[in-house]
């Protein structure tokens, strides 16, 4: 089976790396767990050791054939369809999901599944290694963004390890990282899930100038004198030249509900 680059596939071919992410999900006995992208199975076939009932979302449908020789018999599910346009509820909730990204589409799909939340437990991905240093950066990085800030809303983040180019095939020009996210399943207290739409598009704008101070571009994208968000962030204890980066996840909750009066 050949690659296919409009779908970005890449695929992992070291065992050694397979095993270890397989053993880094953290479902226990009831919880579900969904791969996305499994393409020939190298990943797939630790996991079914650990998790028989194993559901498989894959687009491409040689690769799906594949699958199911690699595999042989057993209760899993395999979905052939867009990862894009899959219902997780048919995985069963609650739901730990884990997979070798593409790298043209993993922003996306790290979104989708997180949208789940409350029925996500945990997800356990692989990605562009500046995608996932990205996502676990912190406050006064450069690095911190806006996926540093959606992905933190919803649980504790962490850097697992990282895969080099060699343990794929095709071989791609950059590192990989495996990085995960423990989903903390209180993210409607924090905000309802109502406003969830709103709170990231703000975040959003927040980060649309990142080298101008926020105040001025919440000015600029929201309305209000640039004054009016210099008060809230030294409300807040913060510097009233603070940049995008130098707030941390709950930064931005505090100074979205000061805001929007919640």
Same mark, same amino acid.
């Given at each position: 089976?050949?690659?296919?680059?409009?779908?970005?596939?890449?695929?992992?071919?070291?065992?050694?790396?397979?095993?270890? /992410?397989?053993?880094?999900?953290?479902?226990? &006995?009831?919880?579900?767990?969904?791969?996305?992208?499994?393409?020939?199975?190298?990943? @797939?076939?630790?996991?079914? &050791?650990?998790?028989?009932?194993?559901?498989?979302?894959?687009?491409?449908?040689?690769?799906?054939?594949?699958?199911?020789?690699?595999?042989?018999?057993?209760?899993?599910?395999?979905?052939?369809?867009?990862?894009?346009?899959?219902?997780?509820?048919?995985?069963?909730?609650?739901?730990?999901?884990?997979?070798?990204?593409?790298?043209?589409?993993?922003?996306?799909?790290?979104?989708?599944?997180?949208?789940?939340?409350?029925?996500?437990?945990?997800?356990?991905?692989?990605?562009?290694?500046?995608?996932?240093?990205? /996502?676990?950066?912190?406050?006064?990085?450069?690095?911190?963004?806006?996926?540093? /800030? %959606?992905?933190? %809303?919803?649980?504790?983040?962490?850097?697992?390890?990282?895969?080099?180019?060699?343990?794929?095939?095709?071989?791609?020009?950059?590192? @990989?990282?495996? %990085?995960?996210?423990?989903?903390?399943?209180?993210?409607?207290?924090?905000?309802?899930?109502?406003?969830? =739409?709103?709170?990231?598009?703000?975040?959003?704008?927040? %980060?649309?100038?990142?080298?101008?101070?926020?105040?001025?571009?919440? @000015?600029?994208?929201?309305?209000?004198?640039?004054?009016?968000?210099? =008060?809230?962030?030294?409300?807040?204890?913060?510097?009233?030249?603070?940049?995008?980066?130098?707030?941390?996840?709950?930064?931005?909750?505090? /100074?979205?509900?000061?805001?929007?009066?919640?």
């Amino acid at each position: 089976m050949r690659p296919k680059k409009h779908l970005g596939q890449h695929f992992l071919t070291a065992p050694a790396f397979a095993k270890r /992410i397989a053993a880094a999900v953290p479902a226990c &006995e009831g919880e579900s767990v969904l791969e996305i992208g499994p393409g020939r199975g190298a990943l @797939s076939i630790h996991l079914l &050791e650990r998790f028989p009932k194993l559901h498989l979302v894959e687009v491409d449908s040689d690769a799906v054939c594949i699958l199911k020789e690699k595999l042989g018999e057993g209760v899993y599910s395999i979905h052939n369809e867009d990862v894009m346009g899959f219902h997780f509820d048919l995985a069963g909730f609650p739901l730990h999901v884990v997979g070798n990204l593409p790298y043209n589409i993993g922003a996306l799909i790290i979104k989708k599944t997180l949208l789940y939340t409350p029925g996500i437990r945990s997800c356990t991905f692989m990605v562009q290694r500046e995608v996932a240093e990205r /996502i676990v950066s912190g406050a006064h990085s450069k690095q911190n963004g806006f996926l540093s /800030i %959606f992905c933190q %809303f919803f649980g504790a983040v962490k850097l697992l390890f990282h895969v080099p180019p060699g343990a794929f095939f095709p071989r791609p020009n950059v590192d @990989s990282s495996v %990085f995960q996210i423990i989903v903390n399943g209180n993210a409607e207290k924090k905000l309802d899930c109502s406003l969830w =739409d709103s709170f990231f598009s703000f975040v959003d704008s927040g %980060f649309s100038m990142r080298r101008k101070q926020l105040a001025k571009v919440l @000015s600029i994208k929201h309305g209000n004198d640039k004054s009016f968000y210099c =008060d809230k962030l030294a409300q807040m204890g913060l510097n009233e030249a603070s940049r995008p980066e130098d707030l941390d996840v709950n930064n931005w909750l505090d /100074i979205y509900k000061r805001v929007h009066i919640l």
